[in-house]
């Protein structure tokens, strides 16, 4: 059956925890390849991927989760995890049960586990983890604004039809950016590789993954930088330059935008102890 973790409680490491706006905010890390058995938590939780990796297995299924990956646990709900060669980094919100008993309108879609990667969501999560790891006398009223912001893009996202399994040709095109993200071909020299017209794997790329070719290359650059930034004491330019970005300004501005807070800043939550 799995043990069943009280409040608060996690497999991993806890690095700080605060309870805020009726919220149990925990950050905490699991070291590498470290092996999680299957467990159940008593409250829902949102969980977000600051840095590293595991695989996660949940029911007859299973995610892997990387950096900018959001999760979502109903109570109950049993999953165990692989985690990968280096340390993982990840950061709870618990949700109280009186919170969604004054949401109705979300209960019904925050019953059902799911994942995301990147988008709306991460970008949210991340401002949540900016204001636990910095928090002012503002901090419970902008945890609570950003809950019902990431609650109700949530929904929205549960409520869209669901998507048709991408054409092969487009996968091809994910791989070919995943290895060659620091130099990408054009949209053209990518469209020949896979072998269809540019305007309709633009069109084709924003319908199935929600980006454009543009941000989906920035992500993976993003992503790269994260393991460089949390990993190594590699100099901010040139982690940006070996990324692919024009310079450390153009690093920081992307960074910011895809994960809230600065390189520099992410540099120094993820090893502050």
């Known amino acids: 059956m799995g043990v069943k973790l009280d409040v608060g409680c996690y497999y991993g490491d806890r690095i700080q925890s605060a309870e805020v706006a009726g919220f149990l905010l925990t950050d905490y890390t699991y ?3 470290y092996c999680i058995p299957t467990h159940s938590h008593l409250r829902s939780y949102f969980s977000l991927v600051v840095a590293g990796g595991y695989e996660e297995s949940y029911g007859n299924r299973a995610r892997m989760c990387q950096p900018a990956t959001v999760v979502f646990h109903p109570a109950g709900e049993r999953h165990s995890e692989r985690v990968g060669p280096i340390a993982a980094r990840v950061f709870s919100i618990e949700i109280a049960s009186h919170w969604l008993g004054e949401s109705p309108e979300y209960r019904t879609v925050l019953g059902q586990p799911a994942d995301f990667q990147g988008g709306p969501l991460a970008r949210l999560a991340f401002r949540l983890y900016r204001e636990f790891r910095g928090p002012d006398i503002f901090t419970p009223l902008a945890v609570e604004g950003l809950m019902l912001e990431f609650a109700a893009e ?3 996202r549960e409520c869209r039809p669901p998507r048709d399994r991408p054409p092969h040709w487009l996968t091809r095109a994910e791989e070919v950016l995943r290895v060659r993200f620091v130099a990408p071909p054009t ?3 990518l469209a ?4 269809v017209h540019p305007v309709h794997l633009a069109r084709t790329f924003r319908a199935k993954l929600g980006c454009s070719v543009g941000d989906y290359v920035r992500q993976l650059r993003v992503e790269y930088a994260c393991q460089r930034l949390s990993a190594t004491d590699v100099s901010l330019v040139d982690i940006a ?12 501005r992307t960074f910011r935008y895809f ?3 600065t390189p520099a800043t992410f540099r120094r939550l993820h090893r502050s102890r």
Do not use: C, K, Y
């Not at 020949?192 to 072998?195: D, L, T």
């Not at 330059?241 to 920081?252: E, M």
């Open 192 to 195: 020949g590789e896979v072998g």
């Open 187 to 189: 949209l053209g020299e």
């Open 31 to 33: 070291q590498p390849d």
């Open 154 to 156: 949530r929904a929205r």
């Open 259 to 261: 994960r809230g807070l």
């Open 241 to 252: 330059l070996d990324a692919g970005f024009a310079d450390q300004s153009h690093f920081t």
